[in-house]
């Protein structure tokens, strides 16, 4: 199974409040997991990976931070969310032969 | 560093026409994967292809067909008679098979009027 839930589909948050967008997968246990964002009119960029629990890996410095809790949990948070913080968030699970991508959360930071 | 260039933001066409999408990749490895991924109106990227650096024959799958070619570094895809159904942005993706994922290009957008 490559089922990948994520939520909220849509969410709207003022600037300045927390984040916390939740993905958790199926299948294979240990399964390298991401966080991606598209921005209006961009393609997509690489926030973080994880190839297991507890191990994040930093793609682009920012003010958004990710966690792994468990094997099939992948969590992408904020303290104070930015205007800037708009975009379209994709969770992906797999490898570099191939991703398996989740529905999305649409975040509106107004 | 790695690196997707889709240089038409965006493709409009008449139903049945056909339509070729560019994908331009840069990259130092040998070995390396490209992807084409569909991102219809739902927003869900849905997996198109795969190919590796080493198959360069080209690839025919329904209306769909891929012409790779390493010579130019290009990795471009043509869908045949054209639907409605096609209206979607479109990605280009590269990969050198490791856990950071893949680089995608900016897309391109298709629009295919009735």
């Known amino acids: 199974s490559q089922t990948i839930h994520q939520w909220p589909a849509t969410l709207v948050q003022p600037v300045g409040s927390p984040l916390s967008l939740e993905c958790t997968v199926e299948?294979?246990?240990?399964?390298?997991l991401y966080w991606y964002r598209q921005a209006a009119g961009r393609g997509l960029q690489l926030l973080f990976y994880s190839v297991g629990i507890g191990q994040i890996s930093s793609e682009v410095p920012q003010n958004l931070s990710a966690s792994r809790p468990q094997d099939r949990q992948f969590i992408l948070s904020s303290k104070k969310l930015l205007l800037s913080d708009s975009g379209f968030y994709l969770c992906?699970?797999?490898?570099?032969?191939?991703?398996?991508f989740g529905s999305g959360t649409q975040l509106s930071v107004l | 560093a790695q690196k997707v260039t889709q240089a038409q933001t965006e493709i409009s066409v008449v139903e049945k026409e056909d339509v070729t999408l560019d994908c331009v990749y840069e990259?130092?490895?040998?070995?390396?994967?490209l992807f084409w991924y569909k991102q219809p109106p739902s927003g869900e990227l849905v997996f198109l292809i795969r190919?590796?650096?080493?198959?360069?024959q080209n690839e025919i799958s329904g209306r769909y067909s891929w012409n790779f070619q390493k010579s130019t570094s290009s990795f471009n895809f043509t869908i045949t008679a054209s639907q409605v159904v096609d209206s979607a942005v479109y990605f280009c993706?590269?990969?050198?098979?490791?856990?950071?994922?893949?680089?995608f290009g900016k897309g391109t957008h298709l629009i295919i009027q009735p």
């Open positions: 993706a590269l990969s050198a098979g490791g856990a950071d994922g893949l680089t």
């Open positions: 992906a699970k797999g490898t570099g032969e191939k991703l398996f």
């Open positions: 299948g294979t246990s240990n399964p390298n």
């Open positions: 990259t130092r490895d040998t070995t390396y994967y």
């Open positions: 190919r590796n650096s080493f198959d360069e």
